[in-house]
């Protein structure tokens, strides 16, 4: 018997595996998942506080927690903003750099691998596709608020 799927549990499923592989792989380095996309995301000349949880998906408590933990984890550091002092601004430590290499390998490895044993044709239109997901998410947000 086949099993029938709706396209958001066949997305979440596939998310949910990733993030598996990319914990056990972070775990072996010391970290997790979370840690290495929020390295990631932090500028050379530093990325405001406030914009790194909404660019991930992530929310601000669980943002605050992360956070917390790479600057007691010495990946990080904060300082006020020179032009706004309201803003706080996010800056790689050296070890956070060092951190943020082992995390681009990763993920530069895993879409290698993809991009190996997946035809180009095939991912065009799979970001094709998401695209067109996202628009009607959109589409469905707009008809139901």
Not at 78 to 107: I, S, Y
Not at 119 to 136: A, G, I, R
């Amino acid at each position: 018997m086949t099993k029938i799927t709706t396209i958001d549990a066949q997305i979440k499923s596939t998310w949910h595996n990733m993030f598996k592989m990319y914990n056990q792989v972070a775990s072996k380095f010391g970290t997790t998942q979370a840690t290495g996309l929020v390295l990631l995301s932090i500028d050379r000349e530093g990325t405001p506080s406030t914009s790194i949880a909404p660019m991930l998906g992530l929310e601000a408590t669980s943002m605050s927690r992360i956070i917390k933990n790479l600057e007691e984890s010495k990946l990080i550091y904060k300082k006020k903003d020179k032009k706004d002092k309201r803003v706080v601004r996010l800056f790689l430590t050296p070890e956070g750099v060092e951190k943020r290499k082992v995390a681009r390998q990763v993920v530069s490895g895993f879409n290698e691998l993809i991009q190996e044993e997946i035809p180009q044709t095939k991912l065009s239109v799979f970001f094709e596709v998401m695209e067109d997901v996202n628009k009607v998410i959109e589409k469905y947000k707009e008809m139901n608020s």
